[in-house]
């Protein structure tokens, strides 16, 4: 969740990775190597890494040789993923919003939200938190070229109608839009559980009958949780992989392992 991280960041900024050998770093590395994979999508690719990372290095050893598609509005963190992936064939790199700006979360659904629920927001002054959401607007006025429905837009490019395997990890206000023009996705990683992003979303997931949680770690960071569409076919291989990856990665002392099992679908 970079703006919580360093809420002063410009858009342009380069940042630190957060997703970066971690258990859901592994996880999605594991997922990318040895589930059947045609297109893959990254939200919030960032200068490429950390998920971005995770993503390559799985999808390299996929004998399927699925396609990622990349995801970043900054500029300048687009022109350094795509810097460092420029040799690689398989990866595609959009430089765009997720989703137009006004599909972004209003004000008064942020402010309803940091009252309500106790989240990692609240570590920060409300003014604080509306900040950021002023700041990314502002960035998307200045970059009209950006402001458009990016999901969307691979979609047609590319004529996928629903992506293989998804990981939401965009914008901080997003997350709700992002996860209505994925929804149908064979497998949707979360980022940012425990905060605004994907509070909702994963709230949204648990409820549907079309998905079951895989795994998630709700104290790793601000938390990941990883969804499989129930009527989709699923690796076992990648399965125990993601176990694999949580059980030497994550702290022990602060995952429930029993959770965990009792999440894990068709296994």
């Known amino acids: 969740m970079n703006s919580i991280t360093n809420s002063t960041s410009k858009s342009d900024r380069l940042i630190a990775p957060?997703?970066?050998?971690?258990?859901?770093?592994?996880?999605?590395?594991?997922?990318?190597?040895?589930?059947?994979?045609?297109?893959?999508?990254?939200?919030?690719?960032?200068?490429?890494?950390?998920?971005?990372?995770?993503?390559?290095?799985?999808?390299?050893?996929?004998?399927?040789?699925?396609?990622?598609?990349?995801?970043?509005?900054?500029?300048?963190?687009?022109?350094?993923l795509q810097r460092k992936y420029k040799d690689l064939d398989f990866i595609k790199?959009?430089?765009?919003?997720?989703?137009?700006?006004?599909?972004?979360?209003?004000?008064?659904?942020?402010?309803?939200?940091?009252?309500?629920?106790k989240t990692a927001l609240n570590k920060y002054k409300l003014s604080v938190v509306l900040g950021w959401r002023e700041e990314g607007l502002r960035y998307l006025t200045g970059h009209p070229d950006l402001d458009q429905d990016g999901i969307l837009t691979i979609k047609g490019d590319n004529?996928?109608?629903?992506?293989?395997?998804?990981?939401?990890?965009?914008?901080?206000?997003?997350?709700?839009?992002?996860?209505?023009?994925?929804?149908?996705?064979?497998?949707?990683?979360?980022?940012?559980?425990n905060a605004f992003k994907c509070h909702a979303v994963r709230q949204q997931l648990l409820n549907d009958p079309a998905y079951e949680l895989l795994a998630e770690n709700q104290?790793?960071?601000?938390?990941?949780?990883?969804?499989?569409?129930?009527?989709?076919?699923?690796?076992?291989?990648?399965i125990k992989a993601v176990l694999e990856a949580i059980k030497l990665r994550a702290d022990t002392r602060k995952l429930s392992w029993q959770r965990v099992v009792r999440s894990i679908w068709r296994v």
């Open 18 to 80: 957060e997703i970066l050998d971690d258990a859901f770093y592994h996880a999605i590395m594991g997922l990318a190597q040895y589930e059947d994979l045609t297109s893959v999508l990254e939200i919030g690719s960032s200068a490429g890494g950390g998920s971005t990372n995770a993503f390559v290095r799985g999808l390299m050893l996929n004998k399927t040789r699925p396609t990622l598609y990349c995801m970043e509005v900054s500029h300048a963190r687009f022109l350094e």
């Open 93 to 117: 790199c959009y430089n765009v919003s997720s989703v137009s700006s006004s599909r972004v979360a209003s004000e008064s659904e942020i402010r309803k939200f940091y009252h309500s629920q």
């Open 159 to 193: 004529n996928i109608k629903s992506f293989d395997l998804v990981l939401i990890d965009g914008s901080e206000f997003t997350g709700m839009a992002e996860l209505n023009d994925i929804h149908g996705a064979k497998i949707i990683c979360l980022d940012d559980i």
């Open 219 to 238: 104290r790793l960071r601000n938390g990941f949780s990883i969804f499989y569409r129930v009527d989709a076919a699923c690796n076992l291989r990648a």
